[in-house]
């Protein structure tokens, strides 16, 4: 509650113009009343209003005292639930900022009576003025402070027996406080005096300031009429100075027009430096002239613009010849290169623009270099490049070396001159190459000539790189002879035009060995006795040589040409492939019959041999890439074009006996093998003349097309065995054939592992077999051992036997679609899927469905 109580102590207002009478007896009840009332917080809000009921009444109220006594017992006696207490436990706002109000005015020291006119008199009176917002909220501030502290005080009743000495505590303070305020009133009020007087004092010396700054200008009014007056006078005595220093140098100016002509005379006698000493007087004249005269130009000095020029030309021309002068006359180079460093420090007072004459000489020097080495333009003409290079490579070095032997020493440090020789030489080439190339497009041999000379000789140890030469030549960080786009230009150029020649030449070629296979003669051999053409060596001979030429300028342009090159040979396999097509085409139809067409053949054979060995010398840093691929699987089908060609020949040589092969006489003679025998042997007397690998590839094609028309003879049904003994014969011819073909092919040279004729010896298996009801497990094996075996083929055997019923031929190809479909064995080809089966004979059954 006493928390409740100071705060709302803080908004009480005492009553105004009230005195509070000091009754011991009412005293004595209120200090009753307000123990009853603490402590017991259901009669807090009660007590709190009948004090607030009490203060107001005088002495003579005591039965009301009394009366106001019993009802706070009654206040005492009601429940928690009955009290006036709010929710929380606060006491409502009304009654304890009644209490508070009245306790403060109850303790209140007591003081003289004042009516409300005497206390308003005793207020302070101010001015009439804008009011003042912090002076009231300083007020309620000191307010509230005071009531917070009442508060504190009157918590306890015990405390209300000191309140004398608050008071007087509280009248010292305020003393205090009075003092104080007073004291710094009284400093306040002093400095604003001093401050008072110091402005009064200042006021009276800017009042005499500003009268002396009249009079002051006043007077200088005065002054400033008088000088103009004297201003003719000033301007007689200015000309009379400059009379006076004209007379002076008069003698000295009478001599300036011989002067003039003097220097004129060393300038062309080339006597640089004694020209520059009078040159320098005249122009010392001119400017002492000028400053005396102030500022004026007399017509005597006209000429001397004239002849500065003049002697700048000199000197620009002496060091524009550089070279010679170095040579022949040293010393006007040192004299025109001082001349030019002397006047590179001048400094003059006259307005003149400064002559740059160290600069006009480095310009003389790099345009002389460039007049004497790309003054005149290259005619794009056959050869006019590689010999104005040629001549280039010995120039330059030369005149890098006279420049560093014979014209440094002549000139300051600080001109480098061998570096500005350098760097002019190689900006000079330079802008020449691009003009150059902009031109009509170069040739291949120009190209590669440009190419070789920019990016190995320019730099190389013939020029530039020499080690004559010290590190002020080195152009290694200047900007490139040619540029990227140049080098691509360049290389674009010489592949398109290499690209063109090879192609002719590669036509060229095979036009030539086209030419020879209508000859009467066999191909040539070689001293082993190989077919041998020179054909394949000029096409890789062509080829490698454009290759290795590359290789001496750049990885790019070899890349290039590589690439080039092999795509320009698959080509050319693509038109060998062609032209034989034509050659076969013509010899068959008799339009152009070749003697020796089979040994041509043979030869070509050959030639796809030695390009395929040799192709590898194209790449020649091993690194496989997809053009070389192109060009193994071109080769690949060369080869095996030619020997299709070549089995088509043996095919139509071999047609006659096959064409009457299985037969009886077959059965009872073996002559009829033999003649095949004899026609293959004889078709194959020139395979000997093959290189390896291609001849065993092209014996092993010959077997196995011998063989492959065996079985296509067997399959055509032409022979029906009789009876167990035909099938027997039929049995041994075919083991007599099979060993015959086997010893044939390995005289000619052929290993016995690559043979295809031990088929036959399977198929005896097959005919010699005595029960037919066995059928399933022979032709099971032979489904085994060739898995590309069909029905058809198995029934062209079973009809060769002639004993087999149709149950036994369905039991039989029953067992082919028994298992798993078996894979070939290892290294065989197939053979069966190239034998055309035997068309099956017609049913006679009306119903096909049923038949089935």
């Given at each position: ?41 259901a ?72 009516d ?48 004398g ?120 004249l ?39 002068l ?25 307005e ?47 005149e ?9 020493p002549c ?6 001159v ?41 730099p ?34 010489f ?103 089979v ?7 050959n ?6 060995s ?8 091993g ?68 290189r ?11 077997e ?57 010896l399977?198929?005896?298996k ?8 066995m ?8 489904r ?25 031929r369905?039991?039989?190809l ?39």
């Amino acid at each position: 509650m006493a928390a409740k109580f100071r705060e709302l102590s803080a908004n009480v207002q005492p009553p105004k113009g009230r005195k509070q009478p000091r009754d011991p007896e009412r005293q004595d009840m209120m200090q009753r009343l307000w123990r009853k009332s603490v402590g017991s917080p259901a009669v807090e809000g009660g007590s709190a209003q009948l004090c607030c009921k009490l203060w107001g009444r005088g002495p003579s109220s005591r039965p009301t005292l009394l009366a106001e006594e019993r009802e706070l017992d009654a206040w005492s006696s009601l429940r928690p639930r009955q009290s006036l207490q709010l929710e929380g436990g606060s006491t409502p706002p009304a009654i304890t900022q009644n209490l508070a109000q009245t306790l403060i005015w109850a303790l209140a020291p007591p003081g003289p009576k004042v009516d409300s006119t005497a206390k308003d008199k005793m207020q302070p009176s101010f001015p009439p003025g804008p009011e003042w917002p912090e002076q009231e909220r300083a007020e309620q501030l000191a307010r509230g402070a005071a009531l917070k502290w009442a508060s504190g005080i009157f918590y306890r009743p015990e405390q209300l027996a000191r309140l004398g000495q608050y008071r007087r505590r509280e009248v010292q303070r305020t003393c205090s406080l009075e003092a104080r305020i007073k004291s710094v009133v009284q400093s306040y009020l002093e400095g604003v005096k001093t401050g008072v007087c110091q402005l009064a004092q200042a006021l009276e010396a800017l009042q005499g300031a500003h009268e002396a700054l009249g009079q002051a200008h006043g007077l200088f009014q005065v002054m400033a009429e008088a000088a103009h007056t004297l201003e003719p006078l000033r301007e007689q005595f200015a000309q009379h100075r400059q009379l006076q220093a004209l007379s002076q140098l008069l003698p000295r100016l009478r001599a300036v027009p011989a002067a003039v002509a003097h220097t004129q005379t060393l300038i062309d006698a080339h006597q640089l430096l004694e020209a520059y000493v009078s040159l320098r007087e005249l122009e010392q004249l001119q400017e002492e002239t000028w400053a005396s005269l102030g500022g004026l130009e007399l017509p005597v000095f006209e000429g001397l613009g004239p002849l500065a020029e003049a002697l700048g030309q000199a000197v620009e021309m002496a060091v524009g010849a550089a070279g010679q002068l170095a040579r022949e006359d040293p010393a006007l180079l040192v004299a025109a290169v001082r001349v030019a460093e002397v006047e590179a420090s001048r400094t003059t007072s006259l307005e003149q623009a400064p002559r740059d004459w160290r600069q006009r000489c480095l310009r003389a020097l790099e345009k002389s270099l460039d007049l004497v080495h790309f003054g005149t333009p290259l005619v794009p003409e056959p050869g006019a490049l590689a010999g104005w290079l040629e001549a280039l490579r010995v120039a330059l070095p030369t005149e890098l070396a006279t420049a560093e032997a014979l014209i440094a020493p002549c000139c300051p440090p600080h001109y480098k001159v061998v570096q500005l020789w350098a760097q002019t030489l190689h900006s000079g080439l330079r802008r020449s190459l691009q003009q150059f190339l902009e031109g009509p497009e170069l040739g291949a041999t120009d190209a590669f000539t440009l190419l070789h000379w920019a990016l190995h000789v320019y730099p190389g140890p013939e020029m530039m790189g020499s080690l004559e030469l010290g590190p002020e030549a080195d152009v290694s960080q200047l900007e490139p002879l040619l540029t990227l786009e140049n080098i691509e230009q360049l290389e674009a150029t010489f592949v398109s035009q290499v690209r063109a020649n090879v192609v002719q030449w590669l036509k060229k070629a095979l036009d030539g060995e086209t030419a020879e296979w209508g000859r009467e003669q066999e191909p040539d051999t070689d001293p082993s006795g190989f077919y041998y053409s020179p054909m394949p060596a000029i096409v890789l001979q062509i080829l490698e040589e454009n290759i290795r030429v590359t290789s001496l300028v750049s990885e790019s342009l070899q890349r290039r040409v590589q690439s080039m090159a092999l795509s320009e040979l698959e080509t050319f396999l693509r038109s060998f492939n062609d032209a034989l097509i034509r050659f076969s085409r013509d010899h068959v139809r008799k339009e152009a019959v070749a003697p020796h067409y089979v040994s041509y053949l043979l030869a070509a054979l050959n030639h796809q041999s030695a390009l395929g060995s040799s192709v590898s010398v194209l790449q020649p840093d091993g690194v496989a890439s997809g053009a070389l691929t192109v060009v193994q699987a071109s080769l690949d089908e060369l080869q095996r074009r030619i020997c299709r060609l070549v089995l088509e020949a043996l095919l139509a040589e071999l047609q006659p006996p096959f064409a009457t092969l299985p037969s009886r006489r077959w059965l009872s003679s073996p002559e009829m093998l033999e003649d095949v025998c004899e026609r293959t042997k004889r078709f194959c007397r020139n395979f000997c003349r093959v290189r390896n690998p291609a001849f065993q590839v092209l014996l092993a094609e010959t077997e196995r097309t011998v063989v492959l028309q065996y079985l296509c003879a067997l399959m055509q049904g032409r022979l029906v065995c009789r009876g167990a003994d035909e099938r027997n014969l039929a049995a041994e011819r075919l083991q007599h054939d099979a060993a015959q073909l086997r010893d044939l092919f390995l005289h000619l040279g052929l290993e016995e592992g690559v043979q295809c004729a031990p088929v036959l010896l399977t198929l005896r298996k097959l005919l010699n077999l005595r029960d037919p009801t066995m059928l399933g497990l022979e032709v099971a094996s032979l489904r085994q051992q060739f898995p590309d075996v069909s029905e058809d083929h198995v029934s062209a055997l079973l009809d060769l036997r002639g004993d087999v019923s149709q149950e036994q031929r369905l039991a039989a190809l029953s067992s082919l679609q028994d298992g798993v479909q078996p894979s070939p064995p290892a290294g065989r080809r197939a053979l069966f899927s190239l034998v055309p089966a035997p068309t099956p004979a017609p049913s006679n059954c009306i119903f096909s469905g049923m038949c089935v």
